[in-house]
């Protein structure tokens, strides 16, 4: 009998982009609905849509795919998923404190990592009616069509959202730029920054894997520099799922600014941190 041929990440795309719009349809019947809400140890708050996505997207995925790993946001972290060559990474839903307030611009993130490199990634936003996607290799794009970074014609100074500790530090560098908007999705403010309406995204120390792996498939393909301002490359289904500051940009002229802000203000590990980081798996 013949061996089924390989799963390529373009396959991969597409089986989370049947996921994501499933999910998004389950997640309508609760969105700006009488929601049952709690609090994890954490401080993030955790609704009952996403425990309901949670579990339909691990049933779709791994039945699908019974022999990848699994590293969800509200799913209990199983160190098995080490052993998998490649991994689901899910966020059911990001920015669940916008989705709770009824908010328009929460997504559903997903991606597919391969030893350690998002090799395919979802960030669908449903009430807006966006669906970015990537496979690597293959290009990103935006409901189907190729993704081509359009800056808005009428902007001439670049827009960056970030906390106000960084605004601080790139206003002190003279940086001219504008502050951009904040949506409670990180992943879609990432994937903004490919589509070109905003020209940066700077993200905070404590981000973990399923906050970003969707989007940095997209960043990639997309041909934005996305990277740890301090050890670079990201790497992701590793035993510390957390990445330290990290900065999205469209134009290498920011680099330095955003980056010199962001070490400024959440510092770098130490050297020996460093290199026990990529020592890991």
Known sequence: MLSAAPTTAADDRELLRSAAVTAGIIAAGYFR???????KENASPVSEADIVLDKFLNSALLTARPDYGWLSEESVDNPERLSHRRVFVVDPIDGTRGFIRGEDSWTVSLAVVEDGVAIAGVVYAPVRDEMYDAAIGDGARLNGQP?????????????????????QELQAAG??????????????????????KLDAVVVRRGAQDWDVAGAACI??????????????????????????????LCEPSLKAPLHAALVKV??????QEVDLERLKP
């Not at 609905?33 to 609090?39: A, E, Q, R, S, Y």
């Not at 014609?153 to 605004?167: D, F, K, M, Q, Y």
């Open 33 to 39: 609905k009488d929601l049952k809400t709690w609090t």
């Open 147 to 167: 993704l081509v970074r359009q800056r808005h014609p009428g902007r001439t100074a670049p827009l960056i959202p970030a906390p106000g500790a960084v605004h």
């Open 175 to 196: 940086l001219e730029y504008a502050r951009g908007p904040f949506y409670p999705s990180l992943a879609y403010r990432l994937a903004l920054v490919a589509s070109g």
């Open 219 to 248: 960043l990639g393909e997309a041909g934005v520099g996305f990277e740890d301002v301090c050890i670079g490359a990201l790497r992701f289904n590793r035993p510390e799922t957390r990445h330290g500051a990290l900065a999205a």
């Open 266 to 271: 959440y510092g770098c590990p130490q050297p």
